[in-house]
């Protein structure tokens, strides 16, 4: 019988590493996860009323396949893991099926918590993982907003963050240049913007005592960081959460990323594309970002400025979102430009209102090694 464990959220401010920090956890025996971000919000939407086993188990199968073959993974690339990035995994469906139906009447009615539980039981035991030193259960949400979403549970929130600047270039260059641009939109931008300004300063709505992670100190100070996190938690240090996996297969990153990512890079640094950003922007962002900059540790990578022209300037981010769909013949988008340039310099607006309010208010910090 599974067994009453503790949870762990893991989301990010945007391209900040959370599926790193995902793949960094896989192979260790206190930890429970399935291989991918799985939106329990979208999911328990569907499930809710209709809260029986055999639609519960169609709902789950049908919506995430590739927990169960991993060709079905897209843009995650759990397709090319080992060391060759030719290695795969499948997942018996008919023994997820009849261990899932052996155990669900031992859950409480409708306990969402309870089926989370028994999901990632069912699963270990079809991969014929142990499951008797489990204390956690790490759930990839990825979006703190959609843990409001869920019923009500406690547990522990991971944030994984990065520079405010690099993470905004992170964003563009991986989405923009993948799938055609589908992925990255002129909604997509402002929705990014949108996240970087407000949500770790909101983090204390979601969880008290939220554990911010910086992308940077992961790579550059693993080890150290990596023990004090499993000394919070209360769980063992294993040496293979130096090593990205999934299914105890190397994992090279997603598709985003280029499906190239060394692991752990000590020498990490953020690299800024130029054509991302007029020096104007840069002041903007760190001008809206300096007291997370300076709390944070980050390094300025210009002078923060003041000015208030310059919001109702186009960014050189969204010039060249609009570029690219003009020239890529995607007029629905273009079309759509000038109603989300306008949405973003009301955000930026918003948020000089809102830091105003709540000045010297600032009360998150990262998790120092």
Known sequence: MFKKVKFIVLCVGGRAGSDFFHALMDNHDQI??????????????????EFNAKFILKTFLKDYNFLFNSKLSGSECHDKLGKNKKEKYKVDTAKFK?????????????????????????????CNRKTTKIKYILLNLHHCERIKKIPSFNFRLIYMYRHPIAMVNSA??????????????PRTLVWYLKRLLFEVRILNDYCKKPIIIKL??????????IQKL???LGITYKKTMLEPTFHNKR???DKFSGNNMPGINRKFENKINPNFFYNKDIEIFEYLTNDIIK??????FAKPKKSFLNFFLPLKIEIFVLNFFWNNIKFKQVLSFPLFYFLRIIYFFKFLIYKKLNQNNLKINYFKK
């Open 32 to 49: 429970s996860q399935l291989p991918g971000c799985i939106y329990y919000d979208e999911f328990y939407k569907k499930i809710k009323n």
């Open 98 to 126: 009849k261990i899932f139906y052996k155990n669900f009447s031992k859950i409480n009615n409708s306990n969402f918590e309870n089926l989370i539980n028994l999901l990632h039981y069912t699963y270990y035991l079809a």
């Open 172 to 185: 563009v260059k991986s989405k923009i240049f993948t799938y055609k641009g589908s992925l990255f939109t």
């Open 216 to 225: 940077e100190d992961l790579h550059r100070d693993n080890k150290l960081l």
């Open 230 to 232: 499993c000394k919070s």
């Open 251 to 253: 994992w090279w990153g």
């Open 295 to 300: 709390k944070f540790r980050y390094r300025f």
